[in-house]
């Protein structure tokens, strides 16, 4: 158990509906992390943001978006979804705040479905 | 950019031999950290080792060892004397800021 929490775990929705991913860091980290994992392929980096302020941006569509709260929990969001964006969708966090080589340590993952 | 390379998709090896998953990467950065991380069946991400590029000595966990070859950008993981629970796709990782993944190598433990 690596005390990241992702819910839910799995979501079955259809195309152009949003939904929302949420993620809880574990106790004392300060940076989320989120990527997505296609069918069969490598973790492509999302965001990254830290102690709410967003840090770093990768390939993330502009249908998604994402926050960090207070409490520093984060939520993804993805919107107007299509086929493709079925995927497994991680959630990591660390305690530095990025270009350090702390560990990331991943959650679960929420594996969505798009049909 | 910085890409990461995992040339081989798919390695078997027989249980208690030894193996060696490949991963080179391109950056012109100096200070960055590489990773290897396991994901079993579960889909569950696990870091297997680490290596700080400003440090020369190989890095070893039990079983798990790196070839860290930086100036051919190179950061091999060699497996010994394989279990059946090392079966499971292998992510390289390099990091300078943002976590960059290769395309994995799924490993095959024969008994």
């Known amino acids: 158990d690596s005390g990241v929490t992702q819910t839910p775990k799995h979501l079955i929705t259809a195309t152009g509906q949003r939904v929302t991913l949420r993620c809880s860091p574990r106790?004392?980290?300060?940076?989320v992390y989120w990527y997505q994992q296609s069918l069969d392929q490598g973790l492509q980096f999302l965001i990254q943001?830290?102690?709410?302020?967003?840090?770093a941006k990768g390939n993330i569509l502009e249908r998604f978006s994402a926050q960090q709260f207070p409490d520093l929990h984060s939520e993804l969001n993805l919107s107007s979804l299509e086929l493709g964006d079925s995927a497994l969708y991680f959630c990591?966090?660390?305690?530095?705040?990025?270009?350090?080589?702390?560990?990331?340590?991943f959650g679960p993952g929420t594996r969505l479905t798009v049909l | 950019a910085q890409t990461v390379t995992q040339s081989q998709p798919e390695m078997s090896v027989q249980e208690a031999e030894t193996v060696t998953l490949s991963c080179t990467y391109d950056?012109?950065?100096?200070?960055?950290?590489l990773f290897w991380y396991k994901q079993p069946p579960s889909r569950q991400m696990i870091l297997v080792i680490r290596?700080?590029?400003?440090?020369?000595q190989n890095a070893t966990e039990n079983r798990f060892s790196v070839n860290f070859q930086k100036a051919a950008k190179s950061f091999s993981l060699k497996i010994s004397d394989s279990q059946l629970g090392d079966a499971a796709m292998y992510f390289c990782?390099?990091?300078?800021?943002?976590?960059?993944f290769g395309a994995g190598t799924r490993l095959t433990v024969k008994p």
């Open positions: 106790s004392g980290d300060l940076s």
């Open positions: 290596q700080e590029a400003y440090k020369q």
């Open positions: 990591a966090s660390s305690a530095d705040s990025g270009g350090a080589g702390r560990e990331q340590f």
């Open positions: 990782a390099y990091r300078h800021n943002d976590m960059r």
């Open positions: 950056t012109s950065e100096s200070d960055y950290y």
């Open positions: 943001y830290y102690n709410g302020e967003e840090r």
